[in-house]
């Protein structure tokens, strides 16, 4: 009921920066809350952050805080997230995912996914 497509991954050197944008379709994301998760072959998915979509209150994995941001843009269906200072462990795929209820770190709290983006960080 709610189709994700990730798109802004690439190859970026270390201490760089890189948006990702996130574009939902199919239904109002009233209620809803919106995560970026990644994750790298043999490893657990991880999150990385989320938002309420109509209150926009936030949260953040350890590993990412102070250096990514999450937003969203009610009007146009589509979150971001803003990565800077980036480090090589920040290579994965990274994946935005919608649930209903408020933000929720781990991804059993939400149902549709998009197929991700490679982010790959350079050392």
């Known amino acids: 009921q709610v189709q994700l497509v990730e798109s802004g991954g690439g190859l970026v050197q270390a201490g760089g920066s890189q948006r990702l944008s996130c574009a939902a379709s199919?239904?109002?994301?009233?209620?809803?809350?919106m995560g970026w998760f990644r994750q790298n072959p043999g490893k657990e998915r991880e999150f990385v952050a989320a938002?309420?979509?109509?209150?926009?209150?936030?949260v953040y994995g350890d590993s990412v805080k102070g250096r990514f941001t999450i937003s969203r843009d009610n009007a146009k269906n589509t979150v971001y997230l803003q990565m800077n200072s980036l480090k090589p462990e920040d290579t994965a795929v990274y994946y935005c995912?919608?649930?209903?209820?408020?933000?929720?770190?781990?991804?059993?709290?939400?149902?549709?996914w998009g197929q991700g983006t490679q982010v790959t960080v350079s050392s």
């Open positions: 938002v309420g979509w109509t209150t926009g209150s936030t």
């Open positions: 995912a919608a649930g209903l209820g408020v933000p929720r770190t781990v991804a059993g709290g939400y149902r549709y």
């Open positions: 199919g239904r109002s994301l009233i209620n809803y809350a």
